[in-house]
Nanobody, 124 residues
Framework: QIQLVESGGGLVQAGGSLRLSCVAS????????IGWFRQAPEKDRERVAA????????HYPDSVKGRFTISRDNDKNMAYLVMDSLKPEDTAVYYC?????????????????WGQGTQVTVSS
């Protein structure tokens, strides 16, 4: 069973950038598609990026498209989320999640493995 640990969150001013990292252990990382999700206070958890297990295809919702970039390094068991042009509305806890599938999945329940989250705060 795969375990995930996120890092890289913090406080940044609007317009700034952050890179989140997710390290995997306990499983064959390349067998999992990865998603990055976020949850702001009193809001539902939402997917902000996803990548196939080979890293050849990525998906973003319109809210972050052009600002966020997901990537992975299967040799290092790592996934990343680079966030540029950050806005105060990007403030949330960000989670890395894995689904035992070649392709990324659209719905949250299909991701069975989750990290503990890392806080991102964007000040105006």
């Amino acid at each position: 069973q795969i375990q995930l640990v996120e890092s890289g969150g913090g406080l940044v001013q609007a317009g700034g950038s952050l890179r989140l990292s997710c390290v995997a252990s306990g499983g064959t990382f390349r067998n999992y598609a990865i998603g990055w999700f976020r949850q702001a206070p009193e809001k539902d958890r939402e997917r902000v990026a996803a990548i196939t297990w080979g890293g050849t295809s990525q998906h973003y919702p319109d809210s972050v498209k052009g600002r966020f970039t997901i990537s992975r390094d299967n040799d290092k068991n790592m996934a990343y989320l680079v966030m540029d042009s950050l806005k105060p509305e990007d403030t949330a806890v960000y989670y890395c999640a894995a689904t035992n599938s070649a392709d990324w999945k659209p719905s949250l329940p299909e991701y069975k493995y989750w990290g503990q989250g890392t806080q991102v705060t964007v000040s105006s």
